[in-house]
């Protein structure tokens, strides 16, 4: 769910659950964690996997051993591309949020968060401070540093 708060109601970004953001071409780009490295990543709904990073990222990464998976998708402009998709032997942090060992698939583009993760957050937008908000429904009760999400596996 995608909440936008036009007046500006969120706090001042904890790295907890609040974050700041910035626009690249229109993009909402912030900081997420995968083992030791910090990736700027696009928020994209329009990106139906977990993550994607060009290959200049993916040479940082850790990943489990190469199985020769190839993910297929059509880019904006229609054309069918096959491209690798790795899993990590990482978890992928979003503040409090862990995501287990997600699949990413390495391509040629700007490093993507996509709609297998951002489908299980309420995200809340604060355009006016450039902040997001990643909660879960059950956020309210849940209290713990670190509370994992489950991702299903890959095709």
């Given at each position: 769910r995608l909440v936008i708060e036009r007046g500006g109601a969120l706090p001042p970004a904890d790295g907890d659950t609040v974050f700041d953001y910035?626009?690249?071409?229109?993009?909402?780009?912030?900081?997420?964690?995968?083992?030791?490295?910090?990736?700027?990543?696009?928020?994209d709904t329009g990106f139906a996997g977990w993550l994607a990073v060009p290959p200049r990222v993916a040479e940082l990464l850790h990943f489990e051993r190469d199985r020769g998976l190839r993910v297929e998708?059509?880019?904006?402009?229609?054309?069918?591309?096959?491209?690798?998709?790795?899993?990590?032997?990482?978890?992928?942090?979003?503040?409090?949020?862990?995501?287990?060992?997600?699949?990413?698939?390495?391509?040629d583009c700007s490093p993507l968060l996509g709609a297998r993760v951002l489908s299980r957050f309420v995200i809340t937008f604060d355009p006016r401070h450039r902040r997001?908000?990643?909660?879960?429904?059950?956020?309210?009760?849940?209290?713990?540093?670190?509370?994992?999400?489950?991702?299903?596996d890959a095709p």
């Open positions: 910035r626009l690249e071409r229109g993009v909402p780009v912030m900081y997420v964690g995968l083992g030791d490295c910090r990736v700027a990543v696009g928020i998708s059509q880019n904006i402009h229609g054309t069918v591309v096959r491209e690798p998709l790795r899993r990590s032997r990482d978890d992928l942090r979003i503040g409090r949020y862990r995501a287990p060992r997600p699949h990413v698939v390495v391509c997001i908000r990643f909660t879960t429904p059950r956020a309210e009760v849940a209290t713990p540093r670190e509370m994992p999400i489950r991702l299903p």
